[in-house]
């Protein structure tokens, strides 16, 4: 209970002084105007009060993530809440706040054009490619999830549902911002936060027992703490997804100021409502080995709910399993859209240009709803923490390229530079080596790419002290 509630504690005050610190070291600029004043177009460039844009943020980065992947991550024991803490704090936080105020320098860019700016051309069309993809794939499992569950419980086809769901996300991928997004993603990401903050008030009022930080690994069936547990919970501290949703809410926020409430508090957030599922299922079940036993984690969110809220706690659940990820679905065809919209140059503020870009995305993603997604799915886990891995080194080369302290976004860098190899050289749906293989190819991945790092930066501020000479 002490660990928990500490924990809560220091993720607050993480954002306090250490976010801080970050806004500092960035130098956030309340004199230079945002492109949501600069280059506002009535679609994607809109400026939003800062409190709608974080709810909007926070519910584009949640989801289900820090749910799913919370009680994913219990698993292992008390030891996920360590990397919750200071995956959010040190890591996740500090990859979206650079992700949303890079794109926001440089006039809503979306994350290939911010990583080719700083890692070079082949890095931005290999991210190009990458990023859409990764994208597709968000929407088109957050459309199969939804309406097979939706199929369930109406007794209606689940294509019927798809359709729907297509269309909804073909209006909130194509329509104005403030139109659909800016107008129920707040209620939504409302409801989320309420949610979390009722689970944890049922479980201190039913007098469930929340384990103490401890280091030992609980998982059921021995997994390995390193690579796993950093690469199951994601949202709740570090997604590459993110980077891909940050430069919507960079084109609406409007001053420099509001990034840290915005793109780092709505991570720390994040964290604290992967902190409560995650004590939840621990305290709940009483073992990692109960919570195994319980089924997905969705049968999990509606037992706690249920248990801990009545019938309000069902329909909550109900809500965040079905809402939750079509609200992460429209938004990554939108991401999805701007990228591509980037990449060729192509203005966005004619709906016949949006809908020249946003019809094969769709028609794309139509046609992986009738395919098994259960396997291409898996390799998701990776690909996103590495998307996020890679856009730490792009934040990291902007801040030795200004001269400033790039130890924040290089060390969480390196870090998961060594999770990412690691995990693709031993998982399932990597390599599958052994340990004793696996585990030094990525570390030692991991050393090289900071030594060619700090070559690279020592080369870079040699070549500034030559020019001022």
């Given amino acids: 209970m002490i660990s928990f509630l500490l924990s809560v504690v220091i993720l607050i005050l993480g954002y306090i002084f250490y976010g801080k610190l970050v806004e500092k070291i960035f130098g956030a600029d309340d004199n230079r105007k945002t492109p949501a004043i600069a280059m506002e177009d009535g679609v994607d460039y809109v400026p939003l009060d800062w409190k709608r844009a974080f709810l909007v943020q926070f519910l584009n980065i949640a989801g289900l993530g ?16 360590l990397w919750i803490v200071l995956g959010s704090i040190f890591a996740g936080a500090v990859h979206d706040y650079f992700a949303g105020m890079l794109s926001l ?22 991210m190009r490619v ?65 949610m979390g903050v009722g689970i944890i008030v049922g479980i201190f009022a039913k007098g469930y027992t929340i384990p103490e930080i401890q280091l030992q690994n609980l998982h059921p069936s021995g997994k390995a703490i390193f690579p796993f547990l950093f690469i199951t919970i994601a949202c709740g501290a570090i997604s590459g997804f993110h ?61 706690i709910s249920v248990s801990l809220l009545g019938v309000a706690g069902g329909i909550l659940a109900i809500l965040g399993v079905v809402a939750c990820p079509i609200t992460s679905g429209d938004t990554a065809f939108r991401s999805a859209r701007l990228a591509i919209a980037d990449a060729i140059g192509l203005k966005q503020d004619k709906i016949k240009n949006r809908f020249l870009i946003s019809i094969p995305l769709f028609v794309i993603g139509i046609a992986l709803c ?41 060390i969480p860098a390196t870090f998961m530079t060594a999770v990412t190899i690691t995990y693709i050289m031993i998982a399932e749906e990597g390599f599958r080596l052994s340990s004793s293989i696996g585990y030094p190819i990525g570390i030692g991945a991991a050393v090289i790419a900071i030594i060619f790092f700090l070559y690279k930066a020592r080369k870079t501020s040699q070549k500034d002290v030559a020019v001022e000479a």
């Avoid at 320098?105 to 290939?112: F, I, N, S």
């Avoid at 994208?135 to 569950?149: E, K, M, S, T």
Wanted: charged share 15%.
């Fill in 66 to 81: 820090p749910i799913f992947g919370a009680i994913a991550g219990a698993l292992w024991g008390p030891a996920a809440f």
């Fill in 105 to 126: 320098r440089h006039k809503g860019e979306t994350v290939a054009e911010i990583v080719g700016r700083y890692l070079g051309v082949s890095a931005k069309m290999v």
């Fill in 130 to 194: 990458f990023s859409v993809i990764l994208l597709i794939l968000v929407g088109v499992v957050f459309v199969n999830g939804p309406a097979g569950l939706l199929a369930d419980i109406t007794g209606i086809n689940q294509y019927t549902w798809v359709g729907i769901i297509i269309v909804y996300y073909i209006l909130a991928t194509v329509l104005p911002v403030d139109k659909i997004i800016g107008k129920i993603y707040p209620i939504f990401g409302a409801a989320l936060l309420i």
């Fill in 243 to 303: 980077a891909t949703q940050s430069p919507i809410m960079a084109r609406c926020i409007r001053s420099e100021k509001e990034g840290r409430k915005v793109f780092y508090g709505a991570m720390i957030a994040e964290g604290i409502i992967a902190l409560i599922w995650a004590a939840a299922s621990m305290a709940f079940f009483g073992s990692t080995e109960a919570l195994a036993e319980a089924g997905a984690a969705a049968v999990v969110v509606n037992k």
């Fill in 370 to 410: 009738f395919i098994d997604f259960a396997i291409i799915w898996r390799y998701f886990a990776w690909a996103n923490q590495t998307l996020a891995m890679i856009m730490l080194w792009a934040a990291a080369q902007y801040l030795v390229k200004h001269r400033k302290f790039h130890w924040i976004c290089t």
